[in-house]
């Protein structure tokens, strides 16, 4: 790692302090000295698995910087490249002209967003608890949670892109910033396709008030707009925005990819067709159940009942569809994690879903397993029991004051 990679690395756990700092959470000379040395070690710790190289890496991502390096960086855009969308390959078109490695670029940006999900949770957080510390906690405790760590400073993956932006864009409507919150949806949803896992929320919010029709329109609009720069460089503009239909059919047509899905527990099926049509049923199922529960009880909406409707979004729908890879939870890991800072008697729930998904984790990063992915399927089913307990009881309650504050 050079210089220059030391520096950008820094200037990250410094702006991650700047964030906390913002938000006059750092008064204390205690506070600012504790978060000092624990985001401090939580950027050396990065540092140290920087130079770590995964397949992923090293047969995808390098392979695409190398293509716009060689095919004229940005020009390049309006030519087909790789299976992720073109607001992620804007970046490493830019990557293309930094004399730096690439593999410390990509790693950058994710770690970089890391922090951006950290200050995403401690804003959702925000509206339910007072104490700094807990804020603090719960901002440092993102850059710590192992899959976070894993996923962008080992792995070289970039789900916290899509779920900083759909966290914020959540904070934005629950604190009557619509349109800000519909564009961040829809940025969101340009970065991963996987940010479909929680957008149902979205009409959760609709239920609620915070959104009219209009609103909705900023969506298409916003991504019209991220993916113009493309167009422009002469990619057809009718297989840009649709290159995710496109690109369902590279996720595999296995049942499950190490994945802590339905799949890791019903094992041995022999109509792989048949299963695939029902899990993405079931799934679908599952998600207007939550949302026609919502819509009866729309009076009593709160934003307990927005938080819990989203952590059984992220968690229902990834276990019950086929053909999930390892990563898949990732929004479900943050969910837990935010809701046990606001529902203490819960910590327990982070826990289960971190083993959960590090059991695929480690099938991928290891090559092997460390226990059958059914323990975490069934971890993540007990977790969906419980959400759905908490969300019913959110619903039954007008303002779940318990857990709120005002605003």
């Known amino acids: 790692m050079g210089f220059t990679v030391f520096v950008l690395l820094t200037v990250e756990a410094l702006f991650a302090l700047w964030l906390l700092n913002r938000e006059g959470l750092l008064k204390k000379y205690s506070y600012f000295v504790t978060a000092l040395i624990l985001i401090a070690l939580a ?29 004229g960086g940005f020009k390049a855009l309006g030519k087909p490249v790789g299976n992720y969308n073109v607001p992620y390959l804007y970046f490493l078109a830019l990557f293309s002209y930094i004399p730096v490695n690439d593999l410390y670029l990509i790693k950058l940006l994710s770690i970089l967003f890391d922090v951006l999900l950290a200050y995403g949770v401690m804003k959702l957080l925000s509206l339910f608890k007072k104490s700094p510390a807990v804020l603090i906690a719960a901002f440092i405790s993102v850059l710590y949670l192992p899959t976070v760590f894993l996923n962008g400073a080992v792995w070289g993956q970039c789900d916290s892109i899509y779920a900083a932006l759909a966290l914020l864009g959540i904070y934005c409507a629950l604190t009557d910033r619509p349109c800000l919150s519909m564009a961040l949806a829809a940025l969101s949803f340009g970065f991963k396709l996987q940010a479909v896992f929680i957008l149902p929320v979205y009409a959760v919010l609709w239920f609620m008030g915070k959104f009219n029709w209009k609103h909705f329109l900023l969506f298409p609009l916003t991504y019209i707009v991220l993916v113009l720069p493309a167009v422009i460089m002469g990619r057809p503009f009718i297989e840009t925005i649709t290159l995710y239909f496109n690109q369902t059919g590279s996720i595999g047509s296995g049942l499950n990819y190490s994945s802590p899905s339905v799949f890791a527990i019903l094992t041995g099926i022999k109509n792989e067709a048949l299963a695939s049509k029902l899990g993405i049923a079931a799934a679908f199922i599952f998600m207007l159940t939550v949302l026609g529960l919502a819509l009866w009880k729309r009076k009593n909406l709160s934003r307990s009942s927005v938080m819990w409707a989203a952590l059984l979004f992220t968690l229902g729908i990834p276990f ?16 837990c994690l935010l809701l046990s800072f606001a529902v203490p008697e819960l910590a327990g729930a982070a826990v289960l879903c971190q083993f959960a998904s590090l059991l695929g984790y480690h099938a991928y990063l290891k090559r092997a397993y460390l226990l059958t992915l059914n323990y975490g399927a069934w971890a993540i089913f007990l977790l969906l029991i419980i959400a759905c307990v908490f969300y019913v009881f959110s619903l039954s309650k007008k303002n779940f004051k318990k857990y709120e504050k005002k605003c």
């Open 43 to 71: 950027f050396l710790l990065r540092a140290f698995v920087l130079p770590y190289k995964t397949l992923d890496y090293q047969d995808f991502l390098s392979r695409w910087v190398e293509f716009f390096r060689v095919n």
């Open 320 to 335: 019950l569809l086929p053909h999930m890879h390892e990563r898949y939870f990732f929004a479900a890991d943050i969910m």
